[in-house]
């Protein structure tokens, strides 16, 4: 890193906060500040909706995956990402928004009590909440290491400095400052991962290397499954990414529940799966390059990206990708955290504290950002204590992927009219389900268990979950009248509101 690239990086974080003050404004009472209002362009939603599901998790973990296997990352990850969210502009994306328009749902969750029960909406608020903080502690980590391969830096001070960035950004300016900042860390992650593209084009003699590197590779690397990326694991995530990135990520909820209509939000999603399917190309040649230009970091794969980096970037460029990892990571921990907040404020604690539903309009909000900062705060103290090297991949994968289907299921399906005599026992029974076949699995997976691939450790949860859903579903259904009038009123963006509808959690 040169003076340049120190001043292209310290220009980022400058701007980030700046949009942070600036949102600042726009930000008038609590639904602004977890839904934008509803005012958001379904352009700048789908963007956003792109930008909260990346992290330097890419550059990092799934960097050192192109490295050792190739072709397969983008298969299982930004394909099924892709097509999940193109299926999910049809199934999910207006639901979502018309729960805001005709409810006055705040926070992904608050349906479920009206869904369900409140029972049901807490242990999913609670295990989601603990599952959120330690993924986002895993984004921590990746960025920090990226931060001390290209500059030095050690990863703790790596950590609390893109985490104190982030957190006046986001407890400032709400939705509206995360929405914004993801739209200008979208130009500058464009722009240096354009920049590494045509770094590596040239140095390999022009932009055919994008089909003539695979007979330098190793064979393998051409393979779309590989390694323990099995036809089995792919299904598995395909669902899982599915469900995670049509709402089950909570954080991805909030975009099209931002939009201004049904309608819109639909168009977001459309414009987010088409992103998916194509911009990770442009990142993952690189990537797939790498060997040819780093070989011998089988080892130490998680820092090739970097290692390419300073070998092939002229001053300020270094800077400008590093500033890339940043939006990145920071789009989505800053949407998380936006998220958790309306889980906890508008969820978890008023059943916990009665006297949370008597603040004023101003204390809400200034809840939300209390929320908001400690949020961020417990996952950087979790991230600093991790060491960081190996904690990501296995938190990403082991963990994250693995325990997202049970959590998603009941809160995906729920909203679907399909399921509509599907009640608490099947949404109960289907996240303890799941979540305990996990931890048997990876208690397993510690031991060394030879059956316990990472297909298996991914796919078993998600299908115990899924058939717990269904058979409780079926041979338990619990119809309900209000729950019915609710589902038909996620049908169509028509303008009326359901007669005497409360707010979902003053329902609860």
């Not at 700048?44 to 050192?64: D, Q």
């Not at 869904?115 to 989601?128: E, H, I, K």
């Amino acid at each position: 890193m040169g003076t340049l690239d120190w001043v292209v990086v310290v220009g980022y974080f400058f701007v980030m906060v700046a949009i942070g003050i600036w949102s600042r404004g726009r930000v008038k009472n609590i639904a602004d500040f977890f839904t934008a209002g509803g005012k958001m362009p379904w352009w700048l939603s789908g963007i956003s909706h792109h930008m909260s599901g990346y992290s330097a998790v890419m550059f990092v973990a799934f960097a050192a995956e192109a490295y050792r296997l190739g072709l397969t990352v983008y298969i299982w990850w930004s394909l099924t990402i892709g097509i999940g969210v193109g299926i999910g502009a049809f199934l999910f994306a207006g639901r979502w928004n018309r729960l805001r328009a005709k409810h006055d749902v705040a926070s992904p969750l608050e349906y479920l009590a009206r869904r369900y029960n409140v029972p049901t909406q807490q242990l999913m608020a609670w295990c989601g909440a603990v599952l959120k903080v330690v993924d986002i502690a895993a984004k921590w980590a990746a960025v920090s290491i990226l931060l001390r391969g290209f500059a030095g830096v050690p990863i703790t001070w790596g950590i609390v400095l893109i985490g104190l960035v982030t957190m006046v950004y986001s407890v400032l300016g709400g939705l509206w400052a995360d929405a914004l900042t993801d739209m200008g860390q979208f130009v500058i992650q464009g722009a240096a991962g354009i920049a590494m593209f045509v770094a590596v084009a040239a140095h390999l003699g022009g932009i055919d290397f994008m089909w003539t590197i695979w007979d330098k590779l190793p064979e393998s690397h051409s393979d779309p499954l590989s390694g323990p990326y099995t036809f089995t694991f792919f299904m598995a995530l395909f669902l899982i990414k599915t469900l995670e990135y049509n709402g089950g990520m909570w954080n991805l909820a909030q975009r099209y529940m931002a939009a201004p209509s049904g309608a819109a939000a639909k168009r977001s999603a459309l414009l987010s799966a088409g992103l998916w399917l194509v911009w990770p190309l442009v990142l993952f040649f690189p990537m797939w390059a790498a060997p040819l230009i780093v070989p011998g970091m089988d080892a130490n794969a998680e820092q090739a990206y970097v290692e390419m980096g300073k070998a092939m970037l002229p001053a300020g460029m270094v800077g400008l990708v590093l500033a890339g990892f940043f939006s990145h990571t920071m789009a989505m921990v800053s949407s998380d955290a936006n998220v958790i907040s309306a889980v906890i404020t508008r969820d978890m604690l008023p059943k916990l504290w009665k006297g949370i539903t008597r603040l004023t309009s101003d204390a809400q909000l200034k809840l939300a950002r209390v929320t908001t900062f400690l949020f961020i705060g417990l996952s950087m103290i979790i991230a600093i204590t991790s060491g960081g090297q190996g904690f990501v991949l296995k938190v990403v994968v082991d963990l994250v992927a693995a325990t997202m289907g049970p959590i998603a299921i009941p809160l995906m399906l729920g909203l679907l009219p399909w399921f509509r005599k599907f009640g608490p026992s099947a949404a109960i029974a289907s996240v303890i389900g799941g979540l305990g076949v996990w931890a048997f699995l990876y208690i397993e997976q510690m031991q060394k268990a030879a059956f316990v691939t990472k297909g298996v450790l991914v796919a078993t949860p998600l299908v115990v979950s899924l058939i717990l859903y269904i058979a409780f579903g079926l041979l338990k259904p619990e119809p309900s009248a209000d729950r019915d009038v609710l589902l038909e009123s996620l049908d169509s963006d028509d303008e009326s509101k359901p007669a005497g509808d409360e707010p979902a959690a003053v329902k609860a």
